[in-house]
């Protein structure tokens, strides 16, 4: 369960969160949307403690996150799998070491690697594609590979911002069957985006922020609001 | 870590050192610079200490009797000199005899010493001394200037006290210069490592993500900087054998003035300096990637 209570982030003068209160339940799938500037990456990059509020708490299953030691960190965003719209792959790598690579710094062992890569290769559906670089494949695929990447650890948190920003619609769509399939296995996910109509075709929980402050939190909810 | 991990940073750190070729060759310029000056002073000094033991065990004191000096007092400085402990040969030069063989010296300028008779020698009877051992020196100085008519007693302490005092300032100097060029090295690899931490953000930034540990981000670029500083090491190393081994031959012409030195054995220099080479160099090497990683890490 992540807890938030009276969060804030403050910028200098500019508040890119504002006295949020929240809570996720373990297993849900959260959309977080709201216009450019509202706070939703800054909201992601705290859950990740990349960078600390600058007042209230977050707490995670228990942990507290401001309390957490800068060593203990590295541990904590093991359980944490992270999406972006840019992907992120290393390009003198391929498709199998990008995602073995995820497993190596975990200091997994080689016949885990050999095991596991394979098996979440196949469910994003990129088993054919092991050997290519990352440069070979098209936007979609990559996402993918940044999705397996994500999941290969076997996170009980899945975090992505924007991940279908770049894609077109129904490429979008296929990287959205996948992160619900690891929803539907009780991974909770949390996802920021402006993709209006995935939102509104998933009919999941959505919290909607504005200047850094919360104005909406739905259950099946929709996309809500002029941008 | 485990040993499967290891196996990963080294790889790592053995591509970033390829990766970055132009500064990972200023890197070990600089290192080996830095190591070769170090090499130079650490010869000059163990030679000249050499040369001081040596010179050492071969003082001479010399003892100038008083133009006044009777046959008697000469016959007594004789017999006790034989009689005292710590004479090699105690060698007595007559006046006379020193004026003749100074003549022959000068050959056909010997009209310079024109005019000099056995009445108005300017020269006075002189003991040459060689002693069993340096320590009976101090010892033999001061009985020997209590004997009857003695001028003045000398001996070559002086040229010892110079190149000891030659070792002094090579040593200071050298020290000064190697240091310079130690942190000149440092700064020189740090940016090297920086280079390679910004040209690998990404990566890093995406394993931070992912959970990897510090130390597992820092290990493969402290390898890199260890890899520069032992191939500085072993190239300054062997750049330090070269050199000497070039002037080890050239002391064994007759007509170098390196010959006056009796230069030490390669091995003597090169084993001791070589280990001292690496282990500097990775010092060196693990200090400078330490100091660049630090900020880049703070996430
Ligand atoms: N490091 C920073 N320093 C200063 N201001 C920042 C920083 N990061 C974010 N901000 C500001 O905080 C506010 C929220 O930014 P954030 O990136 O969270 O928005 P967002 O909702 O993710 O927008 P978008 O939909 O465009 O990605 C913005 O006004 C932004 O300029
Ligand atoms: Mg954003």
Redesign the interface.
Known sequence: MIKMTKVTKAYGNLKAIKDVDLTINNGEFVFIVGPSGAGKSTFIKLLLKEIEPSSGKININGLELTEMKRRDIPYYRRNIGVVFQDFRLLPDKTVFDNVAFAMEIVEASGREIRRQVPAVLAMVGLASKARAYPHELAGGEQQRVSLARALVNNPSLLIADEPTGNLDPVTAREIMKIINLVNYRGTTVIMATHAREIVNAMKKRVITFRKGSVVADRAKGEYFGEV | ??F??WK?VIREGVKNTGRNRVMSMASIGAIMAALFVLGVIIATIINLNNAVAELESKVEITIYMAKEASEEDIKEAKSKLNSWEGILEAKFIDKDQALEDWRKEMGDKSYLLEGYTSENNPLPDTFLIRVENPQYVEDLVNKAKTLASVEEVRYSSDVVNSISGIARAVRFVGMAIVILLSIMSIIIISNAIKMSVHSRR??I??????????W?IRWPFLIEGLILGMIGAILAGAATAGVYSLLLKKAQEPDNFLSIFGLLPLENIVYPILSLYLIIGCIIGALASGLSMRKYLN?
């Open positions: 870590m485990k499967r991990s990963n990404r990566e930034n995406i394993m931070k993500y992912i959970g990897a540990t510090n597992y996430v």
